[in-house]
């Protein structure tokens, strides 16, 4: 009998754990992603067929982030987005051919040309803005509904400092100016492959105006009246309990 491994098993952005949030223990199987030294730990796709050990069931990943510590959440992303990076690489984007896992590297290798793809993460600022240390200005996604409040934040363009996208961002989506443009720090957001690099910048100046596509209402608010903000867990959460309660990031 081979020895078993922890395995993060995943189905359509969910994993699989037990009633105690634990991965199960599983054989290795053929083209499995091993973590770390050896095959302790190792990550794939629920196969088709695949029994479900007895007592585990799928659970949200978004779920998991409230229960789990954060560097039991860390793995279980770094897991998620090398899975999603390997399915969507199974061919060369130089030439076409189907690629080959690298026996060593997170890495997928292409026979034919030599090409090798390495897994890619999206950096994506979020800003806290501050008005007088005593407003927080917070603005609702219109692409989510709900009463939920939460943070200017986009993707980094090419070519873009990590300060040149936040006040683009800001100025973009609700017309303001900023100053005092500062980082904070950051968090791997596996939906899908992100990093979130968080900043703080004071107001300078502008009316605020909404891109309705992206935002559909934005507002500053007393840091002692805020609105409904998003779960513990994300980085906007830490974020705005860092500024107006001077909690730790
Ligand atoms: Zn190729």
Redesign the pocket.
């Known amino acids: 009998m081979s020895e078993l491994s922890l395995a993060y098993i995943f189905h359509e952005q969910q994993l699989l754990v037990d009633d105690q949030m634990q991965l199960p223990q599983v054989e290795k199987l053929e083209g499995d992603l091993s973590f770390q030294s050896g095959d302790q730990i190792i990550a794939r796709d629920l196969k088709q067929g695949e029994l479900i050990p007895e007592g585990f069931k799928f659970v949200p990943i978004r779920q998991l982030i409230a229960q789990w510590s954060a560097t039991q959440f860390e793995q279980a992303s770094r897991a998620m987005q090398l899975l999603e990076w390997r399915r969507n690489h199974r061919f ?6 189907q ?1 080959e896992i690298h026996p060593t590297e997170y890495c997928m290798v ?1 026979q ?4 090798q793809q390495y897994p890619r993460i999206n950096p994506c600022i979020i800003t806290i803005i501050t008005k007088d240390d005593q407003e927080v200005l917070l603005a609702q996604s219109a692409k989510h509904q709900g009463d939920m409040y939460s943070l200017i934040a986009g993707f980094v363009e090419v070519g873009e400092t990590l300060e040149q996208a936040v006040a683009r961002e800001a100025f973009e989506e609700v017309g303001v100016q900023l100053k005092n443009i500062r980082y904070l720090g950051s968090q791997p957001w596996p939906f899908p492959s992100n990093l979130m690099l968080a900043f703080h910048a004071e107001y300078a100046g502008g009316e605020i105006q909404l891109q309705e596509e992206e935002i559909r209402s934005a507002q500053f608010f007393a840091y002692d009246q805020l609105p409904e903000i998003p779960n513990v867990g994300s980085i906007a959460y830490k974020m705005i309990m860092h500024i107006t309660q001077e909690k730790a990031l």
């Open positions: 060369c984007s130089h030439c076409g051919e690629t292409c034919a040309c030599g090409y």
